[in-house]
């Protein structure tokens, strides 16, 4: 079944696709309408600061919930015209990232909270109602220091399993170098959530379970080997045989100073190419079908190694990474949230953040200062969510000891677009593990329908494709359980598909 959404504001007409390609993209800068919030803290908040975007009255608009460190993670709601509202939400210090997930299948989008010490749920309700269900959902409480998320549903199950990657372990006496926590996976029972050790742990700070480029549910591990210092690396864990990859499977062990992952399929052959952010290059890794991932060229234009303005000339630390079509040409572009750790004296202390606009030809341009999102401020996480419903992606970022920043995106003479939600029936009622296709002008894209990944911080949104000048998309489901469906749907327009 397939339902489509009615537009509040489109103002984007049909172009030629020489016309798409002229797009001038622009953001406006609207920070002074969100209320006040800033992530800060000691050495325990020099990474998170993740933002969570989903829709938590069921209003369409995306809402933001911001993760505080020493201070109270705040909720904000979203009034529409870039209006935000702050909402009372259960206090909790010590946060360090949020990702919205349907735990219960009610319908209404739960958060699961991470944090330095004891992890929460927030339990979703009417009008962005929020209540600590931690031991309702059963969810065994420990002291690790929490930083990254993903969860995936196993087909037998009622609730979905969950990977939570740990950081430096706090208690160790001989830290904090290579005092890696353990990272755990919770596995859903009777009486709720059980904890198994996924083991070693090299200090992860992001993690996503989606198809890897064997085709097999995989759990990517990236990892900061500041603290590691040696011996650690980038990891795979196949899901189904609950082992980690090696170079039989085409796996060949990577160590960088990991911070976030983005993953899109760039050249339509239907594996997600990947996105690893560091402190030096930020690390693009294409797919190989059938097994393992090979660096993409300097010439690919996405290593964004040093600041692009300004005289600094000491390397970049990137956090949150993401791919989003900001002027709807067809071709995803990617976004890199930037700065500095804290005083890090090898590592560039004004360090903007980065947009990178995806040409032609598969490489990558640096447009952010010209644009207008280039802020100086220590960035963290980051999202691209059609604030206003007009079609056009905008961005929210987090800064650590800075307000939050969002930005309109005002890019004139845009290409059209379709955002897609899913549904089903069961447990799974978002469908997590899908992928979708959409073909349109004669381009193919595809997204995975996951939960994960970005630095701390993640969506649950309608999944947004830019189609260049096409007025009608084909629409391919593949759908958890291995079926598939497919329709022809109008371009701008937010189309709901159920699964029949």
């Given at each position: 079944?397939i339902?489509a959404?009615p537009?509040?504001?489109?103002?984007?007409g049909?172009?030629?696709?020489?016309?798409?390609a002229?797009?001038e993209?622009?953001?406006?800068?609207?920070?002074?309408?969100?209320?006040?919030?800033?992530?800060?803290g000691?050495?325990?908040?020099?990474?998170?600061?993740?933002?969570?975007v989903?829709?938590?009255?069921?209003?369409?608009?995306?809402?933001?919930?911001?993760?505080?460190g020493?201070?109270?993670?705040?909720?904000m709601?979203n009034?529409?015209?870039?209006?935000?509202?702050?909402?009372?939400?259960?206090?909790?210090?010590g946060?360090?990232?949020?990702?919205?997930?349907?735990?219960?299948a009610d319908?209404?989008?739960?958060?699961?909270v991470?944090?330095?010490g004891?992890?929460?749920?927030?339990?979703?309700g009417?009008?962005?109602?929020?209540?600590?269900?931690?031991a309702?959902?059963?969810?065994p409480?420990?002291?690790?220091?929490?930083?990254?998320?993903?969860?995936?549903w196993?087909?037998?199950?009622d609730?979905?399993?969950?990977?939570?990657?740990?950081?430096?372990?706090?208690?160790?006496?001989?830290?904090?170098?290579?005092?890696?926590?353990?990272?755990?996976?919770?596995?859903?029972?009777?009486?709720?959530?059980?904890?198994?050790?996924?083991?070693?742990?090299?200090c992860?700070?992001?993690?996503?379970a989606?198809?890897?480029?064997?085709?097999?549910?995989t759990?990517?591990?990236?990892n900061d080997?500041?603290?590691?210092?040696?011996?650690?690396?980038?990891?795979m864990?196949?899901i189904?045989?609950?082992?980690?990859?090696?170079?039989?499977?085409?796996?060949?062990?990577?160590s960088?100073?990991?911070?976030?992952i983005?993953?899109?399929?760039?050249?339509?052959?239907g594996?997600?190419?990947?996105?690893?952010?560091?402190?030096?290059?930020?690390?693009?890794?294409?797919?190989?079908?059938g097994?393992?991932?090979?660096?993409?060229?300097?010439s690919?234009?996405?290593?964004a190694?040093?600041?692009?303005i300004?005289?600094e000339?000491?390397?970049?630390t990137?956090?949150h990474?993401?791919?989003g079509?900001?002027?709807?040409?067809g071709?995803?572009?990617?976004?890199?949230a930037?700065?500095?750790v804290?005083?890090?004296?090898?590592?560039?202390?004004r360090d903007?953040?980065?947009l990178l606009?995806?040409?032609?030809?598969?490489?990558?341009?640096?447009?952010s200062h010209?644009?207008?999102?280039?802020?100086?401020?220590?960035s963290?996480?980051?999202?691209?969510?059609?604030?206003?419903?007009?079609g056009?992606?905008d961005?929210v970022?987090?800064?650590?000891?800075?307000?939050?920043?969002?930005?309109?995106?005002?890019?004139e003479?845009?290409?059209?677009?379709?955002?897609?939600?899913?549904?089903?029936?069961?447990?799974?009622?978002?469908?997590?593990?899908s992928?979708?296709?959409?073909e349109?002008g004669?381009?193919?894209?595809?997204?995975?329908?996951?939960?994960?990944a970005?630095?701390?911080?993640g969506q649950?949104?309608?999944?947004h494709?830019g189609?260049?000048?096409?007025?009608?998309?084909?629409v391919?489901?593949?759908w958890?359980?291995?079926?598939q469906?497919t329709?022809?749907?109008?371009?701008g327009?937010?189309?709901?598909?159920?699964?029949p």
């Amino acid at each position: 079944m397939i339902k489509a959404l009615p537009i509040i504001a489109l103002g984007l007409g049909a172009f030629t696709n020489a016309q798409i390609a002229q797009a001038e993209i622009a953001f406006e800068n609207l920070s002074s309408h969100l209320p006040e919030h800033i992530y800060a803290g000691g050495w325990e908040h020099f990474v998170g600061g993740g933002l969570a975007v989903f829709d938590c009255n069921n209003d369409e608009h995306p809402d933001i919930f911001a993760a505080g460190g020493e201070n109270p993670a705040r909720l904000m709601r979203n009034l529409g015209a870039f209006n935000f509202e702050a909402v009372d939400i259960p206090r909790l210090l010590g946060v360090t990232g949020a990702y919205p997930i349907d735990l219960d299948a009610d319908g209404w989008l739960d958060l699961f909270v991470l944090r330095a010490g004891g992890n929460r749920i927030l339990k979703g309700g009417p009008d962005c109602a929020f209540t600590d269900a931690s031991a309702l959902f059963g969810l065994p409480q420990s002291s690790a220091w929490s930083t990254a998320f993903t969860a995936w549903w196993e087909s037998n199950e009622d609730r979905p399993t969950l990977a939570i990657g740990n950081y430096v372990d706090r208690d160790d006496p001989d830290g904090p170098f290579e005092a890696c926590d353990d990272n755990v996976i919770l596995r859903p029972g009777t009486d709720g959530y059980s904890a198994e050790i996924l083991a070693p742990g090299f200090c992860t700070l992001s993690m996503l379970a989606a198809k890897d480029s064997r085709g097999r549910d995989t759990l990517r591990i990236s990892n900061d080997r500041h603290y590691y210092v040696s011996g650690g690396y980038e990891q795979m864990w196949d899901i189904q045989d609950q082992r980690f990859l090696g170079e039989a499977d085409g796996w060949r062990n990577v160590s960088l100073w990991g911070m976030g992952i983005a993953s899109r399929d760039l050249n339509a052959d239907g594996f997600d190419d990947v996105m690893l952010t560091s402190m030096g290059d930020q690390l693009l890794q294409f797919a190989i079908p059938g097994g393992g991932y090979k660096a993409a060229p300097f010439s690919q234009g996405t290593y964004a190694q040093r600041p692009h303005i300004g005289d600094e000339g000491r390397a970049s630390t990137g956090w949150h990474a993401e791919f989003g079509d900001v002027d709807n040409d067809g071709r995803p572009d990617l976004f890199i949230a930037k700065g500095n750790v804290d005083q890090m004296p090898g590592m560039a202390m004004r360090d903007p953040n980065t947009l990178l606009r995806q040409n032609a030809d598969g490489t990558f341009t640096e447009i952010s200062h010209h644009v207008g999102v280039a802020s100086m401020d220590r960035s963290r996480g980051a999202a691209l969510a059609d604030f206003d419903l007009d079609g056009r992606l905008d961005l929210v970022v987090s800064n650590r000891r800075a307000p939050l920043e969002l930005y309109r995106n005002v890019t004139e003479r845009a290409g059209q677009w379709i955002a897609i939600t899913l549904a089903q029936t069961g447990p799974n009622r978002d469908a997590i593990g899908s992928v979708i296709w959409v073909e349109a002008g004669g381009t193919k894209q595809s997204i995975q329908h996951v939960i994960g990944a970005g630095h701390v911080g993640g969506q649950m949104l309608p999944r947004h494709f830019g189609l260049g000048a096409a007025d009608t998309a084909k629409v391919t489901v593949n759908w958890p359980d291995g079926s598939q469906t497919t329709t022809y749907l109008e371009s701008g327009q937010r189309h709901v598909i159920t699964k029949p």
